[in-house]
């Protein structure tokens, strides 16, 4: 669940290290050229001119000079540089000049090692690096160099990977690479403060110094005091010299702004006001620049967006200029290129950007994927599978151009797989979660790709870094959740991955806290043991949710509350670190309510209906968490999908069965939604379907007035119920059958429709009977059970015999189950009873007696229990446990059919209102003839319909008959008409003559 994400964002990867840097693959190897920037070529001054550039001749002629000056072409001839000699020869020269040597020889023999690093097309390795810096030891910058050397050496090295730290790191190593680091980012900041300030720096001076720090950066260099100042130092000299940069120049310094952004430097005043000078240069020179530079361009701004820059109308217009030429140039792409285009149009995607320029430039650059699909380097495929997920969350449709890209990257994956980095799988894992979930189909290539990259989670697991454990347990948990097996594989990445947690805890963002916990709630709830390792990493989270309470978003909160109840409801325990994680969260619920979502919404008060339902004390706190939320299903109404009505509606039905107060808010939120339901009927899928009747009939049940609107959302799905009868699961059948028993009890007036979709649902029960929980059996029974005569005999006797002997051998059962069962039971004993020409289910009286057993010592105060164990002991001849006490009221059409009954017959003595045997009471009773009179209403017949009884009156009718009593009923709509109550008193006159003649 990511924004992840959800939800579950975290959730969202980051596109990559060094390899995927955008940055000049073409360099030259002449002297002064850099990989990345280019520096300008000077004649070397004579020797005896003075100047910025004068040389200092020393006396002889060095070898080291003669080494210096030569071609680097192999990699065997790197120990060639670093004789110690050379280091003599540099040594010689900066002492014999002192404060007058402007450091040129130093930074000759910087630009010799990054032509090695050419030459071998690769950064120093950890060894050759190791070699060099303690090579290095004497090396010096001072104050007296010139710009020229300090850019020279400090990009040089860089470039070369000098300055990258690597792990592990011997100590001295490290203190010497830092020690050299300092003396030439001090010679900066000393030349940048002189006055007047730095007034022999050129415009490329400044871009290759900002892009070395920037890429120093990038490749994991700490940010010293030192070089946070270095670079405040120079940021005010790319406003002074911005007419003067050239196209490359000004794609290069966007290039480091953007990394050194991404990698933590303050977007501090001078930062800004660089970038604002910066982009107008980019619109005015948009058709000089190459295809790389365009790339890096956008990458730049992506990152800057993503970063928190403002989106002024300078940076929108610049944008939109860089991607229309890059539609212009979209043959000339290199396939980094590509990678790295694709990935921005992701991230400005990402960030709201999503203008007709873009869709062009995506349009125009997507069979391009296909085209170079070979030429891609893991990282490359690792950045288009991201941007592609990433496009597809961010609503882009699945064109048949980007699953042609898809499905071109993917045998990728396995091909390479041996070649991916920790970030990198992390990365693809996301992405392909991503990706199912927002409607790619499971293809035997997706599904062989995740395969693929499973076993390199537990080979690569000590090198992942917080932010890569949390997308990679949530990827697999948005995987399983979309169809994706639970393979062996994956559970063992799982169980990788998990004591990883518990050692991270501290590190982990607030985002990654609440992706992490949503990853093991949806894993658990698609059938995840709660293995130790699993109870241990959340244990180790939940304190971490108090601790950074105020840092979650709204969508955190809501992912956090969702996971927690999901959690509660699979079994886990409510331990006081739960407890304290959910009090220290609600608070914020109302705190954040203004920026919730419509999914938001609807996962938070589903999240607590659970927890309500899962015995989550309705404390002040939960209550003002729901009543801040309520109002705002009111105003986002319209935004709600088919998911998200069914939610809310569940929740507010839940809710109310736990007791909340049916408030005006609640009220008005479920009018609000019941008409969305009828708006989105034909979208609605087998288990909302369920769900929303389920609903409606709890609200109902719990005193919820049945307006017009709600009949007419009960008469709009009940259609689907027949439609959809084959897609239910056992649940939905229980639910759905139960949810029509219900609005049957609760309903006088005929329901369009109900009586089919029961009788349609009924055939599924025997086709399903192994896969119903014992609740659901409950439900089933009593649900048949009151459905009355809409349900023929022979089905429900049926029914009943393959479903009852799993009541009375199961433990298991709640009291609750056991009473709703009991009186299922006696329902289909009485209606068995009622038919002259069946005999009774000598077998099913024997069902009762066993679940009467289970129950006799069973103390209840609920009235309707009370009534059930009755007129249980009642049917089976047993002595009754309780007492019960029924209330009383004898109705106006009784009281004049009784008046007329009496003037008809004045020496006839009659009662009303007699409870016989510890049965309900009945509405008249001639005492004398052993007579029962009941008047019956429409509540005693399914829909009010006066021909179709209800289980209740059916079980009322026979317990009577089986005591001993003729019974005998009169519609109440008899009374009503003189042509129909004559005719009734007729009837009862001649029975009570032959009760007489007896």
Known sequence: MHRPPAGISGQYARPGNDYNQPENRAASSRHGRYRHATVRQRDNPSRTAPGRNEFYHSSGTHSSQHLLRRSVNTAHNFNALIKQEIMDGLVSKSNRFGHRYDGRHHGQYASSIKRYSLAAKRPLNRTEQSQLIHFLQNFTATRSWNWRSLTTTLHSFTSAGVFTPHQPMDERVKLTQAALLSTVLDAIVFKCNQKPQATDIDAQEIANLLWAMAKMVGNGQERTPELKEAVVALLPRVNAEKANFKPQEIANLLWAMGKLVGNGHERTPELKEAVAALLPRVNAEKANFKPQEIANLLWAMAKLLDNGQERTPRLKEAVAALLSHAKVQKANFKPQEIAILLWTMAKLVDNREWTPELKEALAALLPYVKAQKDQFIPQGITNLLWAMAKLADSGHKQTPGLNEAVAALLPLVNAQRDRFNAQGIANLLWAMAKLADNGQKQTPELKEAVAMLLPHVNEQKADFNPQEIANLLWAMAKLVDNGQEQTPELKEAMATLLPRVNTEKASFTPQEIANLLWAMAKLVDSGQNRTPKLNEALAALLPHVNAKKNQFNAQGIANLLWAMAKLVDDGLEQTPEFKDALAALLPHVIAQKANVNPQEISNLLWA???????????????????????????????????????????????????????????????????????????????????????????????????????????????????????????????????????????????????????????????????????????????????????????????????????????????????????????????????????????????????????????????????????????????????????????????????????????????????????????????????????????????????????????????????????????????????????????????????????
């Not at 005006?664 to 009927?681: D, G, H, R, Y």
């Not at 609605?684 to 049940?701: E, F, G, S, T």
């Not at 289970?854 to 007129?871: C, F, G, H, P, Y």
């Not at 008809?904 to 510890?918: A, G, T, V, Y």
């Open 608 to 998: 607590m209906a659970k927890l309500a339902d899962n015995g989550l004390e309705r404390t002040p706190g939960l209550k003002r968490a729901i009543a801040a939320l309520l109002p705002h299903v009111t105003t986002q109404k319209d935004q709600f999908i088919p998911q998200h009505i069914t939610n809310l509606l569940w929740a507010m039905a839940k809710l109310v069965d736990n007791g909340h107060e049916q408030t005006p808010a609640l009220n008005e939120a479920v009018a609000t939604l019941l008409p969305c339901v009828n708006a989105q009927k034909d979208q609605l899928i087998p288990q909302q379907v369920a769900n929303l009747l389920w609903a409606m009939a709890k609200l109902v049940d719990n005193g919820h007035e049945q307006t017009p609107a709600l009949n007419e959302a009960v008469a709009t799905l009940l259609p689907h119920v027949n439609a959809l009868k084959y897609q239910f699961i056992p649940q939905h059948i229980a639910n759905l059958l139960w949810a029509m028993a219900k609005l049957v009890d609760n309903r006088n007036e005929q329901t369009p429709g109900l009586n089919e979709a029961a009788v349609a649902l009924l055939p599924h029960l025997d086709a399903q009977k192994d896969q119903f929980i014992p609740q659901h059996i409950a439900n089933l029974l009593w649900a048949t059970a009151k459905l009355g005569e809409i349900v023929e005999l022979n089905v429900l006797t049926s029914m009943f015999e393959s479903f009852i002997y799993r009541i009375s051998e199961n433990p298991q059962f709640s009291q609750q189950a056991i009473m709703m069962s009991l009186w299922g039971v006696m329902v289909c004993c009485a209606r068995l009873s009622l038919v002259s020409s069946v005999n009774k289910n000598k077998e099913l009286e024997k069902h009762m007696d066993v679940l009467f057993t289970r129950l006799e010592n069973t103390s209840t105060a609920n009235m309707e229990e009370k009534s059930i164990l009755a007129m249980a002991a009642s049917w089976l001849g047993r002595a009754c446990p309780v007492v019960p006490h029924y209330q009383t009221t004898i109705s106006k059409p009784q009281a004049d059919f009784r008046d007329q009954l009496q003037s008809c017959m004045p020496s006839l003595k009659i009662e009303e209102e007699k409870s016989l045997n510890s049965l309900p009471p009945v509405d008249l009773l001639l005492p004398d003839h052993n007579i029962v009179i009941e008047i019956q209403g429409p509540t005693h017949y399914v829909s009010g319909d006066f021909k179709t009884r209800k289980g209740s009156t059916l079980l009322k009718i026979a317990l009577l008959k089986k005591s001993g009593f003729e019974v005998i009923e009169v519609p109440v709509y008899t009374l009503c008409n003189r042509d129909l109550i004559k005719p009734c008193i007729d009837q009862i006159k001649t029975r009570v003559n032959i009760s007489l003649q007896r």
